[in-house]
C-alpha cells in the first residue's frame, strides 16, 4: 500500500492497516445475547413500522430507501455500543530480542543515485537514526553482518562492503543460532538482493515459519538501471581437442539498450580469439551472442568473454565472465571402414594429414575379402577385418562406415556398432554410397534406428544420381562443425560458393529430434539432407549421405590455399568424438567457485565394456593451488549406476586439480582429472539490481514485511505485532474510528434529505 | 588408333627429331614447342560423378600424328581392356568407358586420377602447364607411362620440370607401399610394346634398357606423379588378349595398374 493510502487509512480508521491485518476482532459490552436481539427488533420496528404507516405519495421504493437508511444508523449505533475492539498480539518492551542483519557484501559498494547502497544503510540503521531509536525503545538489538559468513557486530560502523558473495540462507540460520537462547521478535534483513551464493535458502524459510519468526526485508539499491549490460550466462564446451573450432553461447540481459548492438568478444590471455555482434532485444528478453573461434595450446585454460562497458553504464564487473576450458592434446582414434575403394578415403586422409589430435585408421575392402589398412599402429590392428569383438571396436573413439552393405556384417556386428554409440558412446558418421543407408540395405537393421535419417529407399531400383547444391541450414550456421570462415558471415559465404557435390541415396528426411546442419538446395534440386546428427544413447550418430566431398577440395573453383575441406573434415570428426567418455569421467559441479563455496565432483565409472561399475573404489585426489595434495574417498550414489560422488570446499584462490582414480579387485579402471578454478568471481555485480520480487516473497513467506527507505518509517510499529517472543495481548477500541461518525452522519443526513426531497420534513 | 609401332623403323627420325624439339625447348624456355598440339579429343562424356572412377586419359600437346596427337597412343582400346580388368579385380565402382580430358580443362579437376602416355613427345602449352600443375597440387595423382631412352626422358623431364620445378623426381623403392597396396610386386618387369612382345623380344626401345618406376613427392611426402619409364603398360592391356603376346607383361602390367589406381584413390 503506498504512505498516501496507507494515510488516508489511518485518518479514517484510526490504526494502520496492519494492525487490523495482526488484530482478531472482539467485542467488550456486557450485554446478554438476548438484550442484542430484543434492539435490534425494537431497531427494525422504529425504522420500518413509520416509513410503512404514512400517507402520501411515497413510492415504494422510497419507503424501503428511508427505512433502510435508519436502519443503518441504528445498526451502527448498536456496533458501536457493543465496544468493537482489536486485539493484537504485542512485544513487551525491552524483553525481546531483535536480530538486525546487515548486507555486507561488495554490491553495497554500487553508488545508484550517487551515493553508495553502504551509505545509505549507514545512514537509515546507524545508532542515532530514527528507526534504530524507536526500535530501540522497544527491542534489544542485535547486529548482524553477512556475506558470505555472518558475524555480530555492534552496528552498521563496522561495515566493510568487501564480502564477495551474498550466502542469505547461511546468514539467517548463524542469526538464528546466535539469538536461540532468547525471545526473539523477528529478524531484520537490510539488503540489496537475494542469495548468490547456491545455498538451500528453502530450507531456512521453512526453519524461520516453524518457529514464527517473521522475516523483514528492507531493500536498497534501484529495481531497475538506467542503462545496464550484463553477461549473465556463457555456455562451451568443458572439453575439446587442440585445433578444434568452438561455439560458446553468451546471453546477455539489459537495461535501457534495446536496439543497440554491442561486440561480445573471446579473450585467451588477453588477446581477442573470437568475436560476435548481437542487437539487443526489447528489454526483458535475452540476447544470445555465439562466439566461434579455434582453440590451439592443450590444457586447461581461462577464456574470458566481454562486452566494453559503456561510459553510462553503472556496473562494469559484469560485463565479463571467464569460464575454465580443458584443451586436450590426446589423440582420438576413429575407424574408418569403406566398402569399395574412393577417392573419399585418399581425401579424407588428406585432410587429416598432420592431424596430431584425430588418428584415423582406416580399413578399405578392396576385393572381395581382400583389405588394405592404413595408418595401423601395428600389423595386427584391424587384420581380421572389420572388429568381431567389443573390445577391438570399442577401443576406438569414432566409427566411419563408407559404402558397405549391410549383409557384409553379421547380425551381431550391427548390433555391435549401435552398442558402440549407445553404449560406449562412440561417435558414428556414415557416409553416402551405393551401398549405404537405405541402398546398402540397413532399412532392417539396428542401424537404421540409429542413424539420424529416415531410411526410405525408392520401389524402383534402379540407381539413383541426384547433383546436390549444399546450403546451410539456420542450426547449421551457427554450429562448429559447419565453421568454415573466420567469422560466421565469412563462413556462410563460404558455403554458398562452395561446388555441389551428388548423392546416390534420396534421403529427405531426418527423425524426431535430429538436427540438420546440411542440405541441398530447393531452387536446385530436392533438399536432400547432407548433413545430419541425433544422440543415440550416450553417443552420437551423423548422416553425411553424399558421396564425394572431396570436390572442395579438387574442384576446379577452389583455389589452391583454400582450407574449407579440411577444416570440414577435422572439425566435424573432432565434434564426433568430442564427448565420448573414457572408463572413467569426472566433472564438478562448477568450472569457477568462489573460496569458501561447496564444489560436488562427479565421476562416472565403467568397465572395459562400457558396463556401469558400482562396486568400484574411486578416490579423487585434490591438488590444491600450493601443490598439496589429499585423497578424499568417492561414494557410489544409490540413484545411478556407476556414478560417485564427493563434495569439497575450497579454501585457496587458484587452480584446483582433482584426479580421479577408479580401482577395481586392485586393479586401476581408469583415471581422469577435472579442473577448478577458486576466484573472485565479482558474483556481486551480476543481478546486482534490488531484487523487489524475491525480497518481497521472502518477508511474506514467514509472515514480515518488506521495506524500502521511504517506508521504513513504519517498521519499527510493525515489528512489535508479533506472535514471536515475549508479548502481551492488547485491546484496541473501534468504537471511535473516524469512519464510524462520519458513516453516521452520512446515513442520518442521507435520510434527512430524502425526507425532505419527498416532503416529509 | 594404332600403336605406333613400328617404332625401330622411324627410330633414327624420332631421335632426330626429339633432340630438335629437345633443344628448341631448352632455348626457348617456357615456350612451346612449334608444331606441338593436342589434336583431336574425342567428346567422351559430360563431367560426372556416376561412378566412383573414371580412368581419365591426359590430352596434351606433343608431337603425333594424324588426326590425333601422341597422347592417343593405344586410346581407347588400353584404356577400357585396363578398366574390364581392372573391375574384374578390385569391387571399384568405375565407369566403363573411356575419356578424354585436355590439361587445359577446368574439368580435369573432376578426374583426380589421370593416365599419359608418350611423353617423351609432350611439348607443353602455358595453359597446360598451369592446369596440370593446379590439379596435382590440388590433389591429382598423374601416372605417366611408354616412354623410352635418353632423350624421351629429357623431354619429360623438361615439361615436367615446367610444371614443378620445386619436386625432385626419385627412384621408387621397392618397398615402396604403392608395390604392395593390391598386389605384391617384387620386381621391375620391363613390359615391351605389342610387335617386340610378340616376336619375344627384346624388351627395351632405343636406349632405354633398363625400366624405373620413378615418383615426383610433395614436401609431404605426397606422390603427385608416378613414371614408369622405358615399360610400355598400355600396350600390355591393349593387347593382353592376344595369345601372342607373353602373358607375364601383361600379368605385371595389370598389377602395377591395379595398384597404381588403388594407390591414387586412396593415398
Redesign the interface.
Known sequence: MSSVAETVFRLLFKYRPVVFERGELAFGAPWPAWVLVVAGIVALALAAVPYALTRGDLRRMDRVVLASLRLGAFALLAFCLSRPMLVVATVVPQQNFLGVLLDDSRSMQIADDGRTRGAVLAELFGSEAAVVRALGEKFKLRFFRFSEMVERVNGPEELEFTGRRTDLGNALDGARRALSGVPLAGLVVVTDGAENAGGALDETVLRLQADGVPLHLVGLGKERFAKELEVTRVEAPRDVLAGSSVAVDVTLTHTGMSGERVTVSVEDAGRIVGTSEVELPREGETATARVHFTVEEPGARTFRVVVPKRPDELIGENNSREMLMVVNDRRERILYFE?????E???L??AL??DEQVHVV?L?????N?Y?R?DVEDSTEVAGGFPKTRQELFAYRGLILG?IEASFFTHDQLRMIADFVSQRGGGLLVLGG?QAYAEGGYGETPLADVLPVVLDGRADSSRF?ADVQVELTPFGRSHPITQLGTTPAASEERWRTLPA??TVNPITRVKPGASTLLRGREDVGDPFVVLAYQRYGRGRAVAFPV??S??W????D?P?EDQSHERFWQQLLRWLVSEVRDHVTVVTSTDRAERGQAVTVTAQVVDSGYVERNGAEVVATIVDPTGAARDVPMEWIVERDGEYVVSFTPTRDGRHEIHVTARERGVTAGTATAYLDVADLNSEFYGAHMRRGALERLAEATGGRFYTPPTLGTLPEDVSFTESGATVREERSLWDMPIVFLLLVGLIGAEWALRRKRGLA | MPSMTPRFALAAISALALAGIVGANLSRAARPAQGARVGSVPDTGPPAQTHAFFFARAAYSGFGRGEFGSWATDYPKADIQFLIGLKRLTNIDAYEGDRAVRLDDPDIRRYPFLYAVEVGRMALTDPEIAGLRDYLLAGGFLVVDDFWGTREWANFEFNIRRVLPEYPIVELPMDHPLLRTFYQIDEVVQVPNIWQGRRGGPTWERDGFVPHLRGIFDERGRMLVFISWNSDLGDAWEWAEDPFYPIQFSNHAYRLGVNLVIYGMSR
Not at chain 1, 566398402?339 to 577417392?343: A, I, L
Request: hydrophobic letters at 40%.
Open positions: 566398402g569399395e575403394p574412393r577417392f578415403v585418399k581425401f586422409r588428406r594429414d598432420g582406416t578399405l575392402r578392396t576385393a572381395e581382400k588394405l592404413l559404402s551405393r544420381y557435390l551428388s558421396q564425394d572431396w570436390l577440395q579438387m574442384h576446379a577452389i589452391l
